[in-house]
């Protein structure tokens, strides 16, 4: 079956920019996740939605940043006005259960940002 | 807080052993391990989710302290395909997960 899909694979931004990044779940997943991974560091927590609503948005860096998941499915995250600092490999992850600290995240292939 | 990974990088020759250490400031009921490989996503290896609970995954396996708040990932007659980053992963509340700094291994033939 098809996994997580991220597209692009790649961005390049000048700053102040604005860039959208797409994540396409594994069908039937209810639970979705965006983290952003910084070069030799681990994935750091974005946000979390269950269904479309965002249920958990506190790991957002500010309010240049913004996701929504319309119809439950497919995700998008915005970021308006982007700087040198945003550039990292952005991650979506997707999960059967509500309870994703218990279940399995199945993470996408990512988007490689880079903000000039 | 994200727990802590050691040792940071690993260097391996086929066939031999590592253990991979991931410890937490806060209680744990659960610890996930993930491998990375360069430029791919992370790849789910185990969920550990009782204390003292041991799992496996090829010649994988881990173990899990709830007391001791720590979990270990061992490698065992390691493999070329075993090269890559691995994290662990404790949770911060019912979904989320807050990842080590990660524990790059290098198996060499």
């Known amino acids: 079956g098809a996994g997580v899909s991220q597209t692009p694979s790649n961005k390049v931004t000048e700053k102040g920019k604005y860039v959208e990044l797409r994540c396409d779940p594994i069908s039937g997943h209810t639970a979705l996740y965006w983290y952003r991974q910084s070069l030799g560091q681990g994935p750091e927590f974005l946000i979390y939605f269950q269904g479309t609503g965002a249920a958990d948005d506190s790991g957002l860096p500010n309010d240049r940043f913004f996701a929504v998941r319309p119809e439950g499915s497919v995700s998008t995250l915005k970021i308006q006005r982007t700087e040198r600092g945003d550039s990292a490999v952005y991650l979506c992850?997707?999960?059967?259960?509500?309870?994703?600290?218990?279940?399995?995240?199945?993470f996408g292939p990512g988007t490689r940002l880079t903000v000039l | 807080q994200q727990p802590v990974q050691s040792p940071q990088a690993v260097i391996l020759r086929e066939g031999e052993d590592a253990v991979i250490n991931c410890s937490s400031s806060k209680a744990l009921y659960s610890v996930h391990w993930y491998r990375q490989k360069h430029g791919e996503a992370p790849v789910f290896l185990m969920i550990?989710?009782?204390?003292?609970e041991q799992k496996g995954h090829d010649k994988i396996s881990a173990s899990f302290n709830e007391k001791k708040q720590q979990s270990s990932l061992y490698l065992t007659a390691s493999q070329l395909s075993y090269s890559g980053t691995y994290f662990c992963g404790t949770p911060r509340g019912d979904y989320k997960l807050s990842f080590g700094a990660g524990t790059t291994v290098t198996v060499r033939a």
């Open positions: 992850a997707s999960s059967s259960r509500v309870s994703g600290s218990m279940n399995e995240q199945f």
């Open positions: 550990l989710l009782k204390g003292g």
